[in-house]
Every structure is written in C-alpha cells, then in structure tokens.
C-alpha cells in the first residue's frame, strides 16, 4: 500500500495565505499524488492553524462545507482515499467540533471523526471545541484504519479501542508544537508497538500563532521501526507497506492474545 502523509505549513497570517488560497494549494498538492498514493493524509487543522484559537470560530465550517466541498473533489480527481485532516466543524445545534474528514476515491465521505481528547487544560481546543464521543474505523482496500488526532496521541487506551474494533493502521492527524518533537516521536513508536500496527503520524509544519510547530511527519512498522520520517518544513512523505505485516507480527508475537483488561467505548464503522 502507497501511502503520502502531506506535512503542509500553516501560517495563521491571513496577509502571507488566506485560507480559500490554502484550500485551493493543498487540493493541488492531493491532486498531485494521482498515481502515486492510494491514500493521502493530510494534518489537523490546516485551515487555521491548530493553536490559531482565535480564528477557530471564525473560520468554523458545516460539515459540508466549503473544505469538504474542496477534499471530496481532489480526492476523486487524485482517484485516492484521503485523510482530510481536521477541520473546525460549525454544529448548528451544538458546539464546535475538532473533525476529521475521510473520503473515498469516487470523492464520497467514508468517515468523520470528532476529536476525544481536546488539548489545552483550561483554555484554548478544551473549552472553545466540544469533545467527540465515538471510536472510529474505516475498511480500506487492504487494511482497517482507525482514525486518531493529534493530542489523542497519549492517551494509549484509545488505541486499543481502536485495535479491539479491527484496527490494523493507526493515522493519526496532528499540529503538534516543536518543543514536544521528542514525545511525538517517541509516543507514535509506542502506539504502533504495543498495538503491533502502522501508525501514519502526520504533522503541520509552519508557525501557528507564535507557535512553531514540529513537522517530522513519520511512519513507523508493527515493531516500532520507522520507515519513513521528514524534516521541519513543509514536505510530501511517502512511503509503501504491506498491511499483511499486522498479522504476521500478532502472529509472530502474540502479546496481545495475553491482555487481560480491555476498553469498552461506543463505536462506529464507516
């Protein structure tokens, strides 16, 4: 399976970029993938910014809104499945929503994921966004992926979740901070490990409202090997692997047959 993780640059300047222009660069950088990719993951918040709080509910959109109007199209132009990364979702009948976007090749939605886990303690994502509820899977061609962003990232008992609904590639969308660079290495090689299963990680690159965010997008194997990481800047990674790894490895090594305390959540299979 050929998978391209786009590590786009944000910057929340609406003077440098405005963000129907970045809709229309990043459509084009999905579209150049056509052929190359079967499935293109892009990173949380692109739109924004993910610390670019302030822009949240100004830029917020419909579901069906003018994002993924744009992803649906690129997606079926590249004929690829495609992780939209996340959006801020307007719910006309509730709050803000952190929300992930997967589409289909033909451009139909396959999934949407609302962010659990909101980052910010007392401020910002935590109290401006709403917490999603629901586990969420999606049956690729080759492989079932569950879908993750960014700050759900330590919280490991999701992944099982996840693994215990089918999941055999963890994507996970993020706009992760600089300083942290290290954890977000080390947390995705710990997620694919003790899952036995890829992780797709794919970050922003850019400076989000003075926060300089870590890029190093990365892709690491069911035994914690990277197969392929990039730099600071903004960059398409990609790489190719064989999914019949998860099974083999959970094969090989059975530890998760040795479990013996499980995590039971609402979920949902797109």
């Known amino acids: 399976m050929r998978a391209s993780l786009i590590q786009v640059a944000v910057n929340d300047d609406k003077a440098t970029e405005s963000v129907n222009a970045r809709r229309e660069r990043v459509s084009s950088l999905v579209r150049a993938e056509a052929g190359a990719a079967d499935l293109v993951v892009l990173p949380e918040l692109w739109t924004t910014g993910a610390f670019a ?22 997606a079926r132009d590249a004929e690829v499945w495609l992780h939209a990364g996340a959006i801020p979702e307007r719910d006309p009948e509730g709050p803000l929503y952190n929300t992930s976007l997967v589409f289909s090749p033909d451009g139909e939605l396959a999934a949407t994921y609302r962010k659990i886990h909101r980052f910010g303690f007392d401020k910002g994502e935590a109290v401006l966004m709403g917490a999603g509820e629901e586990l ?10 569950g879908v993750t962003t960014c700050y759900d990232l330590r919280f490991p008992e999701l992944y099982r979740g996840l693994v215990d609904r089918g999941a055999e590639t963890l994507i ?13 290495t080390l947390l995705a090689q710990a997620r694919a490990v003790e899952n036995q299963a890829f992780v797709l990680a794919c970050a922003s690159a850019g400076t989000h409202a003075g926060v300089p965010q870590a890029g190093h997008s990365i892709v690491v194997d069911p035994w914690g090997a990277v197969l392929a990481e990039a730099g600071a800047g903004e960059e398409v990674l990609r790489v190719e692997f064989d999914p019949a790894k998860v099974g083999v490895t959970r094969e090989q090594f059975p530890a998760l047959k040795d479990r013996q305390l499980g995590l039971a959540a609402p979920t949902r299979r797109a």
């Open 136 to 145: 969420v899977t999606v049956r690729l061609p080759e492989t079932v992926a």
């Open 172 to 184: 996970v969308s993020a706009g992760w901070p600089e300083r942290r660079r290290s954890h977000w």
């Open 53 to 74: 709080y302030e822009l949240f509910s100004e830029e917020a959109e419909p579901l069906e809104g003018p994002t993924f109007e744009a992803m649906a199209k690129a």
